[in-house]
Every structure is written in C-alpha cells, then in structure tokens.
C-alpha cells in the first residue's frame, strides 16, 4: 500500500546565508494536513516553489526558538491575514515547547494586531518541556521529547495514518531522548551541523548522528542542518562509520515519501 505521507525538505542549512540552502524546515503531507516543521527565513518562498500556500498550512512546529528556525513566523502571521482572495483559509495549530505563548506575547508587543489571528482561526499547543508528551491529532499521534540544545527544544515524533513514523530531531546535543524518541523510526531527519573533526556543543556531527540512529534502529536517516563547514567535508563516510542503514544528505526541494 502506497504511504500517505510526503516529505518535502524546505531548507537544509542554517543561519548562514546560502544560495542553495534556507535555513532548516520541511514540511510533511498526510492525509489532508500540511505540517510545517520550523519556520525560519526564505521558507514560503520555498512552499510556493512546491505549489502549497500558507494558507494551506494546518500545523506549523517549532523545535526551538532560534530566529533560523522561528525568524519568518511574524511574516507568516502577516501573511495569513491578507484578505485577497481571502484571509485565513484553515484553522493553523502552532506547536511549541514551553515557553511560546510568552515568546508570541513578545512578538505581539513589538507587532501588535498585525499578527494576531482570530480566536477560532488560531490554536496554540504547548508541549512539556521536561518529560515525554503526546497528543493525538484528526490525521496523525504527536509524541515530543526534551532534548540538548535551549531550555525549550523538542525533538518530535509524528505516527502518521498508516503507522508510518518520522522523527524531526532539532537542533540538539547528544542526548538519550533523542534515541528513545527514533525507536524504529521508518524516516528520521536529524541535524548534522558541523564534520566530525569541529564539534561545537549543541549541535551533532555526521559520526554522532549515525550512532544515535543505529541504536534507534532508524530505517532510513536523513542528515540536515548543514553548516558551511560541512560542504567541502566527506559527511557520508563519517556518517558510514557508526550507521549501515538507508542515508540521505538533505538538499533543498528534495522529497520523499514516508
């Protein structure tokens, strides 16, 4: 039976300014929803190159609040209150870590009426931030876990219709959540920022990605999240010494299904 569910990798890259890399997002299809896992600069220009308007979006995730992963949602909020055709055209579920609302109310004071949308057309999931947590949505099961990275990360986990899993990792350290959380995954895309020789903390190499996707037991790893660093490095082998299972390096516009 063909899976529901497509994947679509709207950035690759970081904070850094690319060509060929928008910062780290993608968004899934399932069933009749659009989820868009963060939100950072160039990624509705991205969603229109694939033909789906914001107005499509059902959910948007953050995984942290770092402006390369949240730096576009006031331009989406605008976005979605333009009333040509006409506004709003979904109901959209921002899902988050502890913390959003008072990061919103912050936004909200700077932004003030032209990001806030109508009760009905806006709803605002907060996930627990120090222990496991799990919701069930009309489509798709949502389980999320703290990880290594700010006080708010989560890496997420989304069951879709068919059983199928996919697991977002964020940005993160090496932590035991995010091997509990990729149990057996069926599609894991996980961030690799820096080659395995230039650590930073906070962040994954391609060695420590493989080993957290091995233990998992993940069918198939895709790495993201590419720091410049990593253009001119071999990610694949170093990725190889520690995971034999099916590995993609993420580009831009790449898809797959789940």
Known sequence: MTSSSRITILGSGTCVPS???NPCSFLMQTGKENLLFDCGSGVMRRLLEIGIPIFDISHLFLSHF???HSG??????FGLKYPSPSPQQRHLTIVAGKGFTAFFEGLKSVYGHWIEL???CLTIVEMDTRAPDRRVFSSFSLSSMPVAH???SLAFRVTDADGKVLVYSGDTDVCDSLVTIADKADLMICESAFPDDRKIDGHLTPSLAGRIAQSA???RLVLTHFYPDCEDADIENQCRSTYNGSLVLA????TFSL
């Open 19 to 21: 060509l060929k890399r």
């Open 66 to 68: 770092h402006p390369d």
């Open 72 to 77: 576009e949602l006031v331009s989406f909020l």
């Open 118 to 120: 109508p009760p009905d």
């Open 150 to 152: 700010r006080p708010e």
């Open 217 to 219: 037991g993940v069918k």
């Open 251 to 254: 580009q831009d516009l790449m």
